[in-house]
């Protein structure tokens, strides 16, 4: 069993389910990668992975133990940790303070990680007393994957972490994302620029209208015909 | 030399004095309704009956510790009671929160929605101190007048005007001052404060976090219960209790609280100024004045007075609506919202 | 224009209520219960119009009804020859200059060639100008007006024109108002509008109450002139005396009944027509759109409507009839009293018969006014026994007996308060909920 582990989940808003018996899982020191046409619904499967939107049927595991009942606020004190995809910071609060409200459940001192992450995002170092709306679109991006890593969390997902961002930026932020996972931490994104992120996912999968269509390493998924001709553009 | 120190005495005891009172009590009003609307977003108009009540209560109990000799002579004995009125009004709130606002706030519904329940909220709240407590005319302040009278004044430093500062004044500006300093303390600087903020600025964001949303909602209730029977007590120090004009005080208000930007705590400070502030100064003959400071030859002969005494409540609403159609977001938001 | 059984029936029991009232307390109680009904039950309807309709939150309702009223004063009491002779120059030089400073104000926006800093400065120096020039001629004509016989006219007085003329001028008047408010303030998120209004409504009044010139501010015009025949004069006919002695009542009685029951026939003739067209325009494909801009205002946009455009004119017809129904109320009373427009009675009041009755339905809102003003009215003395009758076992003389006796009629705030919030609760759509 892996360590986050999503099987055959079935649900969607009101009467039409988006999502159809579909398994997703992630393992810790991984990256995962969701791809998939847009209406896929990738994004639905990563709500319902966190407790946002509610099952039909089908479950959701975390290490070994069962919290497809939880709400989203308990799965963050059992260690997951989520990136909305948009208004995903603080804006009128400080870098610094962000962090701290994504701290907030933890009743230690929460100073180490505060410079943990900061050494993590070298780029915002000099910005932490500055308002989070001030900064530009990556450093913001930044600042949401550092609030979400405050809790110190054992799964982070992360929303389209790279949607209107600059290519440079993109390939800054992944490879801050890698360095995420080598500490030991599952990660698991929703990727539109799908080339780019199965480069570097450990697993990929690709969602077609709900359903798990293809489920393969990375590389594994990058060589597949078929997944380069339909989904990747040739 | 003399003149202008005439000039400048007259001014004070006529215009920066009072208006800075009234910009005080304004102001702890503004941001109580400024909290309301960035955690509970919505405008509530129930916030001058909050403010009625609590100053009811602490009027009851001022009364009881009168009947049983306990004053605490020089200062007023409201402000003994001040503790328990600011208790049963944040019961108060809390039990509306509990029993009216929450439903809609789980439901989520319309902004619009809650301004008109809130309107409901006023109707009671506004029958129930005026059923309690009859609408008459009622007395506060009970201890010494004046700090220094205006005559006391002129024997001290010999000037023609003489610059009154009553005990009320004093003790508004400085409770004003203690507690918006307090208050800004705690926004900046403690969880609890920061998480409300957060809140304020990302409902769904401070969620994921694992901010409560009730835990932040009845704090914002007693901070603004707080602050408005804060601002009630000192309005009735100050000047009279009495539940008809208080219902009134919630457009000017409304009007500090969006001149300087709905939401915004400084905001709500510095627009409660600037309606006190245009309410004395553009209703006050500035005739005296000028006859201190231009010589005789140049002085017009009208116009010491921009707009008539009657039209002084006024002001403040033709401030809000001139605010909200130049620039709705109010004079010192920075946030696109 | 139909109405179902059930609704029927809701009808039909505040009519019931209404008879009792009449058997309990008396016949002239119960009319001029219902001849009030009547008005707010017009004045819901303008309010409905603007909300139910539209979703526009219009919290000042006061002001266009005050609106209305003024124009019953300046439309039928008889002018003042010595103060128009006095004043009325100064007072047509005043509007000139106004007019002029506005379109001047209004040319400047509109020169976009210049910078924006020159047009605010040239704008602020047109507005310091006119001000300037129009004191030298509106402060001495209010004084001379003022001046003329303060205790009976000290205004400029009305045309002297029939009194139902007013009813059309009333709601010419709102309707005005509402143009120039709308236009300024329709773009507004929908609390901002509610305070702004709010606002404006409360601006109104203070003009009202302190432009002694105008309207005799608040020394009150009374003695306005009526559509009907008055009492004293109708007691006195043979007609009368008869039907007087028929019923056995005592002839000036039975007149005030008649002139009462006048104004219910005219008031109700008034309601009739407005409710007719109301529901034919509501019917109409302009009332179905109306209701899809509501509903979905980004979708309706898109589709090319004018939304901006279309709030302003349900804004502008619903003032117009709560101008009307100010018009009315102040016919009905035969006095203009400027001191007595208070949000709570003029615009709370309007806005939990609109919610009660069911916002966006016509007959919901003419139902919520025929119910919250009967409340309202039965509320004080059916309070004040109650607090007697639960406070009997306390001695005469008692403090709190003599409190609470005294304060008993400020219940009906507590009613209204809890009746909104009921309904608001557990019954949103109101009584007759709207149709689609």
Not at chain 1, 162 to 169: E, K, L, Q, R
Not at chain 2, 15 to 33: D, E, H, R
Not at chain 3, 16 to 27: F, G, K, P
Not at chain 3, 32 to 53: D, E, P
Request: some cysteine.
């Amino acid at each position: 069993m892996a360590f986050l582990a999503g099987t055959e989940m079935t649900g969607g808003y009101g009467a039409i389910d988006i999502l159809r018996s579909c398994s997703i899982s992630a393992e810790k020191g991984q990256v995962t990668v969701i791809v998939g046409p847009n209406g896929a619904g990738k994004s639905t499967a990563m709500k319902a992975l966190f407790g946002m939107l509610p099952v039909r049927s089908g479950s959701v595991q975390l290490d070994g133990e069962d919290i497809t009942a939880l709400t989203p606020q308990r799965r963050v004190e059992k260690g997951m940790s989520f990136v909305p995809q948009v208004l995903n910071v603080f804006p009128s609060m400080t870098v610094l303070e962000n962090l701290e409200m994504g701290g907030y459940l933890r009743k230690d001192d929460i100073r180490g990680t505060i410079e943990e992450v900061l050494e993590l995002f070298p780029a915002l170092q000099p910005k932490r007393r500055q308002l989070a709306g001030e900064l530009s679109g990556g450093q913001r991006q930044q600042v949401a994957v550092g609030r979400a890593m405050m809790t110190r969390p054992k799964v982070l997902m992360l929303d389209e972490p790279t949607a209107g961002v600059s290519p440079i930026v993109m390939d800054e932020l992944f490879d801050r994302i890698i360095e995420v996972a080598r500490t030991g931490i599952a990660v698991l994104m929703v990727e539109q620029n799908a080339k780019p992120a199965l480069e570097i996912a450990d697993v990929g999968y690709v969602l077609v209208q709900g359903e798990n269509k293809f489920t393969d390493t990375g590389s594994a998924l990058l060589a597949n015909d078929e997944v380069r001709m339909t989904f990747l553009g040739g | 030399m003399q003149d202008y120190a005439n000039a400048f005495v007259l001014l004070l005891n006529y215009v920066v004095v009072p208006a800075t009172t009234y910009g005080c009590q304004l102001a702890l009003g503004a941001l109580g309704v400024s909290l309301i609307f960035s955690v509970l977003r919505f405008s509530n108009f129930a916030h001058g009956e909050l403010m009625s009540f609590g100053t009811m209560i602490t009027l009851l109990v001022t009364w009881w510790l009168q009947a049983h000799g306990l004053t605490i002579q020089p200062l007023a004995t409201a402000l003994l009671a001040l503790p328990a009125g600011v208790l049963v009004t944040v019961l108060l709130s809390l039990a509306t929160d509990r029993f009216v606002y929450r439903y809609y706030r789980i439901k989520r519904s319309d902004p619009i929605v809650l301004l008109i329940v809130s309107i409901g909220v006023m109707l009671v709240m506004s029958g129930l101190v005026r059923f309690i407590i009859g609408t008459d005319d009622r007395t506060l302040d009970d201890g010494v007048r004046f700090v220094i009278s205006a005559k006391q004044f002129r024997d001290l430093t010999g000037l023609q005007e003489g610059l009154a500062i009553r005990a009320t004044q004093i003790i508004t500006i400085a409770l004003a001052a203690v507690s918006v300093g307090l208050l800004f303390w705690f926004l900046r600087h403690t969880k609890t404060g920061k998480a409300m903020r957060a809140f304020a600025d990302n409902e769904d964001l401070a969620g994921l976090s694992g901010i409560s949303a009730q835990r932040v909602v009845t704090i914002t209730w007693v901070v603004a219960a707080t602050l408005a029977t804060l601002a009630g007590v000192l309005y009735g120090l100050d000047k009279s209790f009495r539940p008809f004009v208080y219902q009134q005080l919630v457009l000017p208000i409304f009007a500090a609280a969006i001149v300087g930007g709905f939401g915004n705590p400084v905001g709500a400070i510095v627009g409660g100024f600037i309606v006190a502030f245009s309410e004395v100064a553009l209703t006050y003959s500035f005739k005296r004045f000028f006859s201190y400071v231009l010589p005789a030859d140049w002085l017009p002969d009208g116009l010491y007075q921009l707009i008539s005494t009657d039209y002084k409540y006024a002001v403040s609403f033709v401030i809000l609506v001139v605010v909200l159609i130049v620039r709705p977001s109010g004079f010192l938001n920075t946030r696109s919202s | 224009m139909s109405i179902s059984g059930k609704n029927f029936m809701l009808f039909a029991a505040v009519a019931a209520v209404l008879c009792v009232i009449a058997a309990v307390q008396s016949v002239a109680v119960a009319v001029t219960i219902v001849n009030l009904c009547l008005v707010s039950a017009v004045m819901s309807l303008g309010l409905n119009i603007q909300w139910g309709y539209a979703g526009l939150p219009n919290l000042g309702v006061m002001g266009f009804a005050a609106l209305g009223g003024l124009a019953v004063v300046l439309v039928s009491a008889p002018g003042v020859p010595a103060a128009i002779a006095a004043g009325g120059p100064g007072i047509i030089a005043s509007f000139v200059v106004v007019v002029v400073t506005v379109a001047a104000v209004v040319g400047i926006r509109r020169l976009t060639s210049l910078s924006r800093a020159t047009r605010v400065a040239a704008v602020i120096a047109v507005l310091a100008l006119g001000y300037l020039i129009l004191g030298r001629y509106f402060g001495p004509a209010k004084n001379l007006i003022e001046a003329i016989d303060p205790s009976a006219t000290g205004y400029l007085g009305g045309l002297g024109l029939p009194v139902l003329l007013s009813w059309p001028v009333g709601a010419l008047f709102a309707a005005a108002a509402a143009w120039l408010v709308g236009k300024i303030a329709l773009g507004l998120r929908g609390d901002y509008l509610a305070i702004a209004s709010l606002g404006i409504s409360e601006i109104i009044i203070a003009v009202l109450k302190n432009e002694d010139w105008l309207s005799r501010g608040v020394k009150n015009v009374v003695g306005l002139p009526r559509p009907l025949p008055d009492e004293l004069g109708l007691a006195g006919t043979s007609w009368l005396q008869s039907l007087a002695i028929q019923f056995g009542i005592s002839p000036p009685d039975a007149a005030a009944l008649v002139v009462k029951l006048g104004y219910s026939a005219l008031f109700m003739l008034v309601l009739a027509f407005l409710l007719l067209l109301s529901e034919k325009a509501l019917h109409s494909p302009w009332g179905r759109m109306i209701y899809a801009v509501r509903d979905n205002e980004i979708a309706a946009s898109a589709m090319g409507k004018n939304v901006k455009n279309l709030h302003l004119i349900v804004f502008v017809i619903g003032a117009a009839v709560i101008g009307l129904a100010g018009a009315m109320l102040v016919t009905l009373d035969g006095q203009f009293t400027p001191g007595t427009y208070q949000p709570l009675r003029f615009t709370f009041l309007i806005w939990v018969m609109v919610i009660v009755g069911g916002s966006g339905n016509n007959w919901g809102a003419v139902l919520g006014a025929l119910i919250i003003w009967t409340c309202w009215i039965e509320a004080d003395p059916i309070g004040t026994w109650l607090i007697q009758h639960s406070i009997g076992w306390l001695p005469v003389g008692n403090a709190m007996r003599d409190q609470l006796t005294a304060n008993a009629s400020q219940m009906r705030l507590i009613v209204m308060g809890v009746i909104l919030l009921v309904t608001l609760r557990f019954k949103p759509g109101g009584l007759i909920p709207e149709r689609h």
